[in-house]
């Protein structure tokens, strides 16, 4: 009986004291919680609260009978999905578009920070910041309104360039199925190169500048300084980052490539997100759209997990 005592005291006393932590840790830090409220309500209800719906991508979903009332198929929608005609071209395409932007407007977005960090001039510094900012806010229409504007083969810069200068003929850029994937890598460059170099510059301000000082008295480069001092500094959040966008390689924006696409195109332009939206919204296939977003997702997660694994294998920095 007293052991038994003794352990309902320990019991009761532990829970006390888990109950006190959190009554603390609350009074302490109720502000930042409510700070982050509106964010945590954001993705409840758009982003946790739908996932119920995936349901019918395993149903043949009917609007006039709702997500409980429809027929269930099993795995029939995602075996459509695997026997399509155009299932090897949307894959194609997905990790093609996702391998060209990892090779070069990641890297890209990496080399920028560091050319920027080397500058002394400070008015020269924040003027090429901005300036390299200002794409991004720029909207897509816009964006694929003005190459299509440059571009054009009646009247664009270039072709006028092209055809007065060096007496080629017109090229229909935004026409040809070759010319998609340099223009679509080319346009990301542009708008998301001063935009994804923020959070490297921000890694780049915690190196202490001591570390470049001693560098340079014991005759180290500026090229040394960078190799030895500033990518080891920036090496966590370059992994963070790629695993993040390793993690999203399948998930290409359709916004982007339905503005640019075109029938002449379709052959490399066509990928998993225009897919989707052409079965769901435009055929009305509900369940096979949804099947295919619900793949595309497990795919994701597959491709950041592995990612994950391999980088703590090889580093001490990961996810989780």
Excluded: C
Aim: aromatic content about 16%; charged content about 15%.
């Amino acid at each position: 009986m007293n052991k038994a005592a003794a352990l309902a005291g320990d019991r009761t006393v532990v829970r006390n004291g888990w109950r006190s932590a959190v009554r603390n840790g609350w009074a302490r830090s109720k502000h930042l919680h409510l700070l982050a409220l509106p964010g945590v309500l954001f993705y409840l209800i758009f982003n946790y609260v739908p996932m119920y719906g995936v349901l019918i991508a395993f149903q043949d979903f009917q609007p006039n009978k709702g997500v409980w009332g429809s027929p269930w198929v099993g795995f029939d929608q995602f075996a459509a999905f695997f026997n399509h005609m155009y299932f090897w071209r949307v894959i194609r395409n997905t990790i093609l578009l996702s391998v060209l932007e990892l090779l070069f407007v990641f890297p890209l977005q990496i080399l920028f920070a560091l050319l920027l960090n080397e500058v002394r001039s400070r008015f020269y510094k924040r003027f090429v910041q901005t300036v390299s900012y200002l794409p991004h806010f720029i909207s897509l229409p816009a964006i694929v309104g003005m190459l299509f504007m440059f571009l054009s083969p009646q009247d664009g810069p270039l072709n006028m360039l092209l055809v007065n200068v060096f007496r080629m003929e017109p090229i229909n850029f935004m026409g040809q199925s070759e010319w998609f994937r340099p223009l679509y890598i080319m346009s990301d460059i542009w708008t998301q190169l001063g935009w994804g170099a923020i959070i490297y510059l921000a890694a780049l301000t915690n190196v202490n500048p001591d570390m470049y000082e001693s560098a340079s008295i014991d005759g180290a480069t500026r090229l040394r300084m960078i190799w030895h001092i500033t990518l080891p500094a920036i090496q966590p959040t370059v992994m963070i980052m790629l695993l993040l966008q390793i993690g999203k390689m399948m998930s290409l924006g359709a916004d982007k490539v339905l503005l640019m696409q075109s029938p002449a195109t379709y052959e490399v332009s066509d990928v998993i997100s225009t897919f989707v939206y052409r079965r769901g919204l435009e055929f009305g296939e509900y369940s096979f759209a949804t099947a295919v977003g619900f793949f595309n997702s497990l795919i994701n997660i597959g491709l950041l997990l592995t990612a994950n694994w391999i980088v703590k294998k090889t580093t001490d920095n990961s996810l989780f």
